[in-house]
C-alpha cells in the first residue's frame, strides 16, 4: 500500500469511527433542549425495536362492586381498546462541510452544526405533535381547520377557520378547560399549558396570573419582577413559537392545553449523527436523522385554543 493510500485509508477510518459517536452526543444534547412537546406528552420508548407499528392499549375504567356475604365476587370483563400508532416519520437534516471551510473555520462551526441539527430536528418532531391536537374534541386530523379547537375568549365557542373567529386568551377560557378536563376524569397532575409568545403576552397582562394581591409572591419571586409565569390553575405554563396555524386564518395560532396521556410519541431511533467524505464535492457530508410515530389517544384530554398570532 502506497505512502498515500494509507493516510486516506486512516482518514476515512477516523472519520467513521470518532467523529461521529462525538457528534450525536451533542446533537443529541441540543435536540433534547430544543423540544418542548415531546416532553410534555406520554412517551413510549421502542428505540432498537423492529417492526412498523405500536399497538398503544387504551382501557376503560372499571366499577367497584358491592361484596355480599357469602357471594363470588363480581369480576370486571376485560375492556378498551388497541391504538395503533404508526412509526412512520423519518426525518432528516443534510449539510456538506466544504473541506476549505472545515480547515479555515475555528472549532465553533462543530457546535453551530450540531445546535443546528439538533433544533432542526426537534422542531420536526414538536410540529408532527402539535398537529396530532387537530384530532381533540371532535376534530378532523389534517383537515388543517382546526374544527375541534374553541376561542381563547371563553374556551366554549368553537373556532371557524372561515371567518376567524380567534380571540386572546383570558382567565374565563382557561378556567372552563380546567372544568372540562376535570369532568372527564383527567388527573389533576401533569397538566400543561402551551401558548405562543402572543398570549404569554396577553397572560401576563392579568393581574390575577402576575400581581402579589393574587398569587402572594413577593420580592424576587413575583411574576411582574422576574418575568416568569409557570403555573395557572395547576397547570404548568409553556412557550413555544413553534404552535400551528390553520389553512386559511395564517394570523392564527392554536394553543394547547392538554392532560400527558392526550397524545403518545413512540420514538424508534433517536437523533443520530453520521459523515461520509464525498470526494466529489471535496466535502463531508453531515446527515443528522430520527424515525418516530405518534397520534392522539386521549381525544377528551387535549384542547386547541384559537388565539391571535
Same mark, same amino acid.
Given at each position: 500500500?502506497?505512502?498515500?493510500?494509507?493516510? &486516506?485509508t486512516k482518514a476515512e477510518s477516523a472519520t467513521q469511527q470518532v467523529?461521529?459517536?462525538?457528534?450525536?452526543?451533542?446533537?443529541?444534547?441540543?435536540?433534547?433542549?430544543?423540544?418542548?412537546?415531546?416532553?410534555?406528552?406520554?412517551?413510549?420508548? &421502542?428505540?432498537?425495536?423492529?417492526?412498523?407499528?405500536?399497538?398503544?392499549?387504551?382501557?376503560?375504567?372499571?366499577?367497584?362492586?358491592?361484596?355480599?356475604?357469602?357471594?363470588?365476587?363480581?369480576?370486571?370483563?376485560?375492556?378498551?381498546?388497541?391504538?395503533?400508532?404508526?412509526?412512520?416519520?423519518?426525518?432528516?437534516?443534510?449539510?456538506?462541510?466544504?473541506?476549505?471551510?472545515?480547515?479555515?473555520?475555528?472549532?465553533?462551526?462543530?457546535?453551530?452544526?450540531?445546535?443546528?441539527?439538533?433544533?432542526?430536528?426537534?422542531?420536526?418532531?414538536?410540529?408532527?405533535?402539535?398537529?396530532?391536537?387537530?384530532?381533540?374534541?371532535?376534530?378532523?386530523?389534517?383537515?388543517?381547520?382546526?374544527?375541534?379547537?374553541?376561542?381563547?375568549?371563553?374556551?366554549?365557542?368553537?373556532?371557524?377557520?372561515?371567518?376567524?373567529?380567534?380571540?386572546?386568551?383570558?382567565?374565563?377560557?382557561?378556567?372552563?378547560? &380546567?372544568?372540562?378536563?376535570?369532568?372527564?376524569?383527567?388527573?389533576?397532575?401533569?397538566?400543561?399549558?402551551?401558548?405562543?409568545?402572543?398570549?404569554?403576552?396577553?397572560?401576563?397582562?392579568?393581574?390575577?396570573?402576575?400581581?402579589?394581591?393574587?398569587?402572594?409572591?413577593?420580592?424576587?419571586?413575583?411574576?411582574?419582577?422576574?418575568?416568569?409565569?409557570?403555573?395557572?390553575?395547576?397547570?404548568?405554563?409553556?412557550?413555544?413559537?413553534?404552535?400551528?396555524?390553520?389553512?386559511?386564518?395564517?394570523?392564527?395560532?392554536?394553543?394547547?392545553?392538554f392532560h400527558k396521556s392526550a397524545v403518545v410519541l413512540c420514538q424508534?431511533?433517536?437523533?443520530?449523527?453520521?459523515?461520509?467524505?464525498?470526494?466529489?464535492?471535496?466535502?463531508?457530508?453531515?446527515?443528522?436523522?430520527?424515525?418516530?410515530?405518534?397520534?392522539?389517544?386521549?381525544?377528551?384530554?387535549?384542547?386547541?385554543?384559537?388565539?391571535?398570532?
Open positions: 500500500m502506497s505512502y498515500l493510500s494509507e493516510m &486516506v467523529i461521529p459517536e462525538i457528534w450525536s452526543d451533542e446533537i443529541q444534547a441540543a435536540y433534547k433542549n430544543s423540544l418542548v412537546l415531546a416532553n410534555l406528552v406520554k412517551q413510549l420508548n &421502542v428505540v432498537g425495536q423492529k417492526g412498523d407499528i405500536v399497538n398503544v392499549p387504551v382501557m376503560t375504567r372499571g366499577a367497584a362492586t358491592a361484596k355480599s356475604a357469602e357471594a363470588e365476587v363480581t369480576t370486571i370483563a376485560g375492556g378498551g381498546t388497541g391504538l395503533a400508532v404508526n412509526l412512520d416519520q423519518h426525518w432528516h437534516y443534510a449539510r456538506l462541510i466544504e473541506d476549505i471551510a472545515a480547515k479555515q473555520a475555528s472549532t465553533a462551526m462543530r457546535s453551530f452544526y450540531t445546535d443546528d441539527a439538533g433544533y432542526a430536528l426537534a422542531k420536526a418532531v414538536d410540529t408532527f405533535l402539535a398537529d396530532r391536537f387537530e384530532a381533540a374534541t371532535g376534530g378532523t386530523l389534517d383537515a388543517d381547520e382546526w374544527a375541534g379547537a374553541v376561542i381563547g375568549s371563553n374556551g366554549s365557542t368553537a373556532f371557524n377557520d372561515a371567518s376567524d373567529n380567534s380571540a386572546a386568551i383570558t382567565d374565563a377560557a382557561i378556567r372552563k378547560i &380546567v372544568e372540562n378536563l376535570d369532568e372527564v376524569d383527567a388527573p389533576q397532575s401533569q397538566r400543561y399549558l402551551v401558548v405562543p409568545p402572543s398570549a404569554r403576552n396577553t397572560l401576563m397582562g392579568l393581574a390575577r396570573f402576575t400581581e402579589q394581591a393574587f398569587v402572594g409572591e413577593v420580592g424576587s419571586s413575583n411574576t411582574i419582577r422576574n418575568g416568569r409565569l409557570g403555573n395557572v390553575y395547576g397547570v404548568e405554563l409553556f412557550v413555544s413559537s413553534n404552535l400551528p396555524s390553520p389553512d386559511t386564518a395564517t394570523t392564527v395560532k392554536i394553543a394547547l392545553m424508534q431511533m433517536k437523533p443520530r449523527i453520521q459523515t461520509q467524505y464525498q470526494l466529489n464535492a471535496l466535502a463531508d457530508l453531515l446527515v443528522g436523522d430520527t424515525i418516530f410515530g405518534g397520534r392522539m389517544v386521549r381525544i377528551d384530554a387535549g384542547y386547541g385554543i384559537a388565539v391571535p398570532g
